[in-house]
């Protein structure tokens, strides 16, 4: 604590913005931005999606949500040039999807039908995830 102030002055964040609204219900367990672009952002969500956010410039706004998975989406990840994302989803699937328009570009199912915890591109192959 700063001085005579309160906790609620201590944690007001003035001009600080939420763009998670749209997965109010659910948790938002992975907050990913984009490789050398620190005003491009994306979140995938337990209900589900994925949202991707332009933060700057201007007030932060989401560009578009990703819709497609059966069951909530535990990780996210971009690929080295920002033109592709994967997710991996409890609905046993890893999706591949294209940020500029939303459409989903491949869907991958688990063999064993098993949830999907996390998902990365492989660093010097972006065919690899």
């Known amino acids: 604590m700063a001085g005579d102030t309160t906790l609620g002055e201590n944690y007001a964040f003035a001009g600080v913005y939420h763009v998670f609204d749209q997965h ?7 907050v990913q931005f984009a490789h050398d672009d620190r005003h491009l952002l994306a979140c995938c969500s337990l209900d589900g999606t994925i949202s991707v956010c332009r933060l700057a410039p201007g007030p932060p706004a989401v560009l578009r949500v990703l819709r497609g998975h059966g069951a909530g989406v535990a990780d996210v990840a971009w690929s080295l040039a920002n033109d592709v994302l994967v997710s991996a989803s409890l609905d046993a699937t890893l999706r591949l999807w294209a940020p500029a328009d939303g459409r989903c570009i491949r869907r991958v199912a688990d063999p064993d039908g098993a949830a999907l915890l996390c998902c990365a591109f ?8």
Do not use: E, I, K
Not at 122 to 129: A, C, F, R, S, V
């Open 24 to 30: 109010s219900d659910s948790a938002v367990p992975r």
């Open 122 to 129: 492989q660093p010097l192959n972006n065919n690899l995830t």
